[in-house]
């Protein structure tokens, strides 16, 4: 059975991005008739914002985005992190890094200088994992083959930081996991992290995921639409308008005769085709021009 999942982070309001990536995910849940999922991605207590996980279900709920089930948590995963980090450390697979982002300002890749260090220092370390020489590849939905070393494309990754915040490709690989999670649709920013992603999941022996990564949205000046750079929330008072605009980034055309947010997605549940979604890695935001 298809299941597929939509998972924010509680650091800000829903953007147009946000819209896109989750409009993609339920339209390609419901046209498998597969579950859709929310999560909250909400391990990084310290971006979270008190009023962000409201405003983000109030969102989707505005734009007839229902769920199936009861809403999932990072938080509630914590043990299941630490579990995967010390089945890591078990193989030799792990070390202290002590190295600032400072001294690695300059660096493409992470040059191994902490490798050797696999007792625990007196002073703040992330933990990173070893990472082996060798290729990895998979078949994207949307952008097709993808293929890289992660030696040479990133290094030995982090996994905890030194603030003992677990990083998104470890977090996101569990999260998958225990709600069995079959399909993820989301934007092509993190289409490298893939990778990482999938050498993970073989190493834990967790079940692997089909993926397709949609274009993301870009601000006229190039910029990716993020809640860091505090792009502008949806406005929950224009809904139609919203879907509309996000249909069309998505490769569809739908007619203007829909003024209900459900008739809506019922007629994009329908005439989803995920060949139809643009291949590129963004496109621009023409709300935005």
């Given amino acids: 059975m298809y299941v597929g999942r939509f998972a924010p982070t509680t650091s800000g309001p829903l ?32 971006r979270a914002t008190a009023d962000a996980e409201q405003i ?40 202290y890094c002590t190295c600032s982002r400072k001294k690695l300002r300059n660096e493409s890749t992470y040059p191994g200088y902490c490798r050797t260090r696999h007792e625990k220092p007196n002073v703040p370390a992330s933990i990173r994992v070893l990472v082996p020489d060798i290729e990895f590849s998979f078949t994207d939905r949307i952008q097709g083959s993808v293929r890289g070393n992660l030696a040479d494309q990133e290094g030995d990754f982090i996994v905890l930081r030194k603030e003992s915040i677990v990083s998104y490709p470890l977090a996101v690989v569990i999260d998958d996991d225990v709600t069995g ?4 649709v989301r934007g092509a920013d993190l289409l490298e992290s893939t990778l990482a992603q999938i050498f993970l999941i073989r190493t834990l022996n967790l079940s692997e995921q089909r993926y397709a990564h949609i274009p993301v949205l870009n601000q006229r000046d190039g910029v990716k639409l993020s809640k860091r750079d505090r792009a502008f929330a949806i406005d929950n008072r224009t809904p139609v308008l919203n879907l509309v605009s996000a249909l069309h980034m998505l490769g569809l055309n739908p007619p203007s ?11 994009a549940t329908e005439q989803w085709d995920i060949r139809s979604v ?12």
Avoid: C
């Avoid at 009861?70 to 070390?95: C, E, K, P």
């Avoid at 999670?181 to 993820?184: A, I, K, Q, S």
């Avoid at 005769?257 to 007629?267: S, T």
């Fill in 15 to 46: 953007h147009l991005g946000s819209l896109l990536a989750a409009v993609a995910s339920y339209l390609d849940a419901r046209a498998h008739d597969g579950q859709w999922l929310l999560r909250l991605d909400d391990i990084d207590e310290q």
């Fill in 56 to 95: 983000a279900l109030a969102t989707l709920k505005h734009h007839g985005l229902s769920w199936d089930g009861l809403i999932s948590r990072q938080v509630h995963n914590r043990d299941r992190y630490w579990n995967a980090i010390d089945t890591l450390r078990s193989r030799g697979l792990t070390f």
């Fill in 181 to 184: 999670v079959t399909d993820v």
């Fill in 257 to 267: 005769k829909y003024k209900d947010v459900h008739k809506l997605l019922a007629w």
């Fill in 278 to 289: 643009p291949k590129g890695r963004s496109i621009l935001d023409f709300m935005s021009i």
